[in-house]
């Protein structure tokens, strides 16, 4: 039989390699998260509502919530200026900014941690000077918050580089010489262009922020019921040989990761419309 | 209003875009800049924009110094190559656009801008597309949206880079005589980018011509024709056969005397110093004789008949090619045969 069309493959290799694909995925994303929410509930519902009201874990959600919503925003703000400036402006050090902002990526999170140890530790450059002066960073929220930027600042600038550099200067230009003012062009014409892109990358930097283990570790020092984020909670959980409280509370962070795609797709579905209009 | 560049130099890195170029638009007058890539042209649209800004030099618009004046501020329109309509934006949004992004006090009312936008839609023969968005629209009518989208504003000029650069032959008649229209009706002062001869000269009421960041001649399109200034302009109209000559000084007529290949034409380009020079003669510009006669030997390499003309493609010697339309060929004329072109108008200028 004929393909229909000149990219379309024979019906044996498409099925192949869908189901490869779907078998992958069910392996490696699907039933780890059913066996999740079964463990969680292995002991039944009162454990389990018993293991997530538990003053710590309450706690360390409040806490995950506390520092993703400092975090979050702050890099939407630091991700939306740099690839401003790397894809709008020429300068001189520009592929050193592009790689610098790559940095987080290919550094361990827990080097990323290790490093604010270091800055603001007893022993580090600045812990004396910030003891004498009685600031907290390490092992309180601001280590936490400044950790969790470090490991996502990348996923809203990696989103966005690429999409306006595409789309060049050529609309910005045209808003500047029709009047309008830099901030106005910037909020009637860049920010409606890139905004799926800039959703999509607060989407993901906001699941990492919330998932962050390893920095987020090593900055926290594990003070139960105080600098424990969810992840740290279900480790700790977990060592204790806790395993339906630790799947409990795991469920609830992979629940929040849930509750982050249906908002994508609801966005996407309900303005649809309006992105087929624009043609891409 | 009146456009003036003078001196006005700028370098990007280590290449020189402009070279100390000056020039004057009158009001009212329709300009065309024309040259190769990286001729300038662009450039100093966009320095007249304000998009860019000159290394020295200064710009000014009906007489007022706008060198230091941003973009925002100098009432330009500008019509972008790719159109750089917002995509997001309906087609009556793009065109508003310049009207709603006012500040306070200078704002127009919501109504008074959609009235406006609607006479522009007219204007530019678009009326029922106002809803569609710019990807649903075709070459030439983003173009028309993009040029509506200059004129909202109410510019005091209007500059366009390479107008119909994007869009097929048969549009590109046709906008071509319809922005002449739209220009002779709003009677701006207009000035477009293009390096398409047939274009500037056809479109234009004085062409630019440009090259490697300097004017070469700035003229109507009958004396830039007629009378280009240098080698290159006359090698850039297009279809002259360059031919090596000879000038000699002090003709009867007071300009130089050209010596083609034992045929003595005064010369059609501004006078030059007596020595060798390069002869441009344009296809229409030969008769052909027998071999023997004054002019250039040459073979006849094919010939093919249009109508009542015929093209030869002839070959020298030293096989240079030279091409020939001669209006009543000799019949029994055949590849191979040996024949003399004898010009019969003549462009020279100063060996390169």
Known sequence: MKPATATAEPRWLRWVLTAAALGFLAINLALPLAAVFIEGFRKGIAAYAAAIAEPDAISALKLTLIVAAIAVPLNIIIGLSASWAIAKFDFRFKPFLVTLIDLPFSVSPVVAGLIYVLLFGMQGWLGPWLQANDIQILFAVPGLVLATIFVTFPFVARELIPLMQEQGRDEEEAALSLGASGLSTFWHVTLPNIRW????GVLLCNARAMGEFGAVSVVSGHIRGKTNTLPLHIEILYNEYNFAAAFAVASLLAGLALVTLLLKSLLEWRYAGQLAGRGH | MSVSASNVTKQFGGFTALNGVSLEAQEGEFLALLGPSGSGKTTLLRILAGLEFPDSGTISIGGEDMSNRAARDRQVGFVFQQ??????????????????????????????????????????????????????????????VALARALAVEPRILLLDEPFGALDAKVRKDLRRWLREVHDRTGLTSIFVTHDQDEALDLADRVVVMDHGSIEQIDTPEMLWERP?????????????????????????????????????????????????????????????????????VTLRRMLRTGAHAALETATASGTIIEATIPAPPEGLVAGDALVLVPTAVRAYPEA
């Open chain 2, 229 to 297: 200034a240098t080698a290159f302009v006359c090698d850039f109209l297009g279809g002259a056969n360059r031919v090596a000559a000879r000038a000699i000084a002090g003709s009867t007529d007071g300009g130089d005397t050209i010596d083609v290949g034992g045929v003595r034409l005064p010369n059609r380009a501004p006078a030059m110093a007596a020595g060798s020079a390069t002869a441009f003669i344009r296809p229409h510009e030969f008769e052909i004789a027998a071999p023997g006669s004054a002019g250039i030997p």
């Open chain 1, 197 to 200: 892109g800039l959703l999509y």
């Open chain 2, 83 to 144: 159109y750089a309509l917002f995509r997001h934006m309906s087609v009556a949004d793009n065109i508003g656009f310049g009207l709603t992004v006012r500040p306070g006090k200078t704002r127009p009312a919501r109504t008074e801008i959609k009235r406006r936008v609607a006479e522009l839609l007219e204007l530019v023969q678009l009326p029922h597309l106002g809803d569609r968005y710019p990807a649903q629209l075709s070459g030439g009518q983003r173009q028309r």
